[in-house]
């Protein structure tokens, strides 16, 4: 995959080096990653609250609680209103102006979880 500016993503000097080594260990080297991809991909067509996302990929309420929690905590996503019940999840700027990052590790990785 080749970014606009002809460089693929993982060579693009904007992207945090950090950012990408916790995408590789939440996506790829984690049992949950392909649940997280999933919850990504979901959000970043539009915001939706926990509920809404566990309807969509036929998850239980308390797993995709879990999912949000490490994301939120690793700033991938961000919430409307921490802990409200309903409250809306949204991808954080930088991973919105950064999804092809994202897109590059699980299209390379992703099928190799442990």
Do not use: C
């Not at 949204?90 to 099928?111: C, D, M, N, Q």
């Amino acid at each position: 995959m080749v970014a606009g500016n002809g460089r693929s993503p993982s060579s693009d000097p904007t992207v945090d080096p950090a950012f990408k080594r916790v995408l590789m260990y939440l996506l790829v080297g984690t049992k949950g990653g392909h649940n997280r991809v999933e919850m990504i991909k979901l959000l970043k067509d539009e915001p939706m609250n926990a509920n809404k996302i566990g309807e969509r990929l036929a998850l239980d309420y308390k797993t995709i609680q879990h999912h949000l929690r490490i994301l939120q905590e690793n700033n991938i996503v961000v919430t409307s209103a921490a802990g409200a019940y309903g409250a809306m999840y949204f991808l954080t700027p930088y991973v919105e102006k950064h999804i092809s990052v994202l897109e590059e590790i699980w299209a390379r990785f992703g099928k190799r979880q442990i």
